[in-house]
């Protein structure tokens, strides 16, 4: 599954606001990315759950790790804000 960016952008937000499906989030983290930023993005996101453990068994990380992806998100739709 390529992602482009505005694909990554929908999934993170809907990671984050649960909308997006478990299987969704595990394929991205799975699939090498061609496009060296999104690459970076993803092998980024597989540590999300250790950087930013979770409070609940049944959420991938904590509240802070949520910020990063839509930090993520605001990134990838050309909003400027840092990492």
Same mark, same amino acid.
């Given at each position: 599954? *390529?992602?482009t960016? %505005?694909?990554? %952008?929908?999934? #993170?937000? /809907? #990671?984050?606001?649960?909308? =997006? /499906?478990? /299987?969704?989030? !595990? %394929? ?5 990315? $061609?496009?060296? !930023?999104? *690459?970076?993005?993803?092998?980024? =996101?597989? &540590? ?6 979770? $409070?609940?068994?049944? *959420?991938? =990380?904590? *509240?802070?790790g %949520? +910020?990063? &992806? ?9 909003? +400027?804000?840092?990492?």
């Amino acid at each position: 599954m *390529e992602m482009t960016k %505005a694909k990554l %952008a929908d999934l #993170f937000e /809907g #990671f984050v606001n649960g909308t =997006c /499906g478990k /299987g969704e989030w !595990e %394929a991205f983290l799975s699939v090498r990315q $061609k496009n060296p !930023e999104i *690459e970076k993005i993803r092998l980024r =996101c597989e &540590l999300l759950d250790v950087e930013f453990p979770p $409070k609940n068994p049944h *959420e991938y =990380c904590n *509240e802070d790790g %949520a +910020a990063v &992806l839509m930090n993520y998100v605001h990134q990838l739709r050309g909003k +400027a804000i840092r990492i």
